[in-house]
């Protein structure tokens, strides 16, 4: 037990002294991004001296509005070329497809529909058809045959035997065979 609590100790010593290393090391992060930060301002954004005059004011408000507007032609201009390339992009693509005689098809999912609902749906509602093709079959009489109508005259099996048996039922097999 004693070299468990010692093994235990020196693992959260171990945590602590890792965390404090963590800590420092986030926090010379931050300092390092906010340095490169204030460098990149500094480059690329001059220092603002206001005017003290309303002429001055106004040339300052003029000069960045020419800025703004210089930007917003550039930012307008690129956005042009992008929607230029994609439509090119996409048109390229269909006629890669169509080259290779594939199409990309969806994913199809089972509907389950009657015949009569897939012609309403293919042919639209103007065109009345009805696909019930149980009410268009045919009804067809089978020709009996002499050995089924045998089997439905003799009937119970059980009667047919009893009426045989004996010297009356030999009787009649005699009689009725000649």
Known sequence: QKRNRAITARRQHLKSVMLQIAATELEKEEGRREAEKQNYLSEHCPPLHLPGSMS?????CRQLHAKIDAAEEEKYDMEVRMQKSTKELEDMNQ???DLRGKFKRPPLRRVRMSADAMLKALLGSKHK???DLRANLKQVKKEDTEKERDLRDVGDWRKNIEEKSGMEGRKKMFETES
């Open 95 to 97: 006629k890669l497809f």
């Open 56 to 60: 001055e004011v106004q040339e300052l």
């Open 129 to 131: 058809v009805c696909m």
